[in-house]
């Protein structure tokens, strides 16, 4: 299934996309798309069903933002230089273990909703990712196998990043990356059984409709399942938690000079294989 959230900001209603391509109302059935929902599996069956008979009112998609697909997130956990070719690109060995940094729920935001450059910023960077949605409590998982078991779906982010605030100002990269509006998520949750493998997806990034990142899931260096238990040694993941599991190569980080930063009114677009598309005019905050 293909869930999203649609509405003003804080004011976001379930909904679905049907096999047919047409928007539809969940709120009858259930009151958010949130870790509740997916990690009710009876519920989620209702949905399913629901969803198969067409019964389901239609939403008219004219002028309707889509949000978020997920609501109430617990936490955001970031994947850092997850990507054999954004490591080569950037001078970086392939680390051994993964490199985890937490994400503030608040700067999650919407597909198209804008995207505030820091006061001060002059190092703004795109970074086109495969996001997990977690399905089920994760603590201390023995396998990969148990990893992908635990995975309720994916959805396409844009892990934004500032640069100089994320490497050049002491301290860890946290300030490089919460910034508000840091995190647009969506269109889609899709469901994990939509995605037959997340080790084969394509994954592009284009700012002012130039092709910057042109890559694949399969260049990952540690795969999904293996992020999920790895992560879940030092945090228990819950339903809705939200791991996002690295760029691949084509950061403005990883470019020649003059390094092509982001500028207010610049416009980035992006896409997963499956997972939908993005569109962000990037403004100053």
């Known amino acids: 299934m293909k869930l999203l959230r649609v509405g003003p900001v804080g004011s976001e209603r379930p ?8 928007l539809r109302d969940l709120s009858g059935l ?5 870790g509740a929902l997916l990690a009710d599996d009876a519920v989620l069956s209702r949905v399913r069903e629901a969803a198969g008979s067409g019964e389901l009112p239609v ?5 309707l933002r889509i949000g978020a697909p997920l609501g109430r997130i617990g936490k955001v956990v970031g ?9 080569a690109e950037v001078g970086a060995e392939p680390p051994a273990e993964p490199i985890l940094f937490l994400k503030a729920p608040d700067t999650v935001g919407g597909p198209d909703d804008t995207v505030l450059i820091p006061r001060g910023s002059v190092k703004t960077d795109w970074e086109a990712e495969l996001g997990v949605v977690i399905g089920a409590t994760a603590r201390y998982l023995a396998s990969a196998e148990e990893g992908l078991a635990h995975v309720a779906g994916y959805a396409l982010v844009n892990d934004v990043s500032e640069r100089e605030f994320q490497i050049e100002r002491g301290g860890t990269w946290d300030k490089g990356k919460n910034c ?35 890559g694949d899931t399969a260049d990952q260096i540690f795969p999904v399942g293996e992020v999920v238990r790895y992560v879940s040694q030092f945090m228990t993941l819950y339903p809705g938690d939200l791991i996002v599991t690295g760029t691949p190569a084509g950061v403005a980080m990883g470019q020649p000079e003059p390094k092509p930063y982001l500028r207010a009114g610049d416009v980035v ?3 997963i294989e499956g997972l939908g598309r993005q569109r962000q005019e990037f403004k100053g905050a």
């Open 15 to 22: 909904a679905l996309l049907d096999q047919d391509g047409t």
């Open 180 to 214: 508000e509006t840091f995190t647009p998520v969506g269109p889609w949750l899709v469901t994990a059984d939509e995605v037959a493998d997340p080790q084969a997806l394509a994954v592009k990034l284009w700012v002012n409709g130039e092709l910057r990142q042109d």
């Open 30 to 34: 259930v009151t958010d798309v949130d």
């Open 59 to 63: 939403l008219d998609p004219e002028g």
């Open 79 to 87: 994947i850092g230089l997850n990507y054999f070719g954004h490591a």
């Open 269 to 271: 677009e992006l896409e």
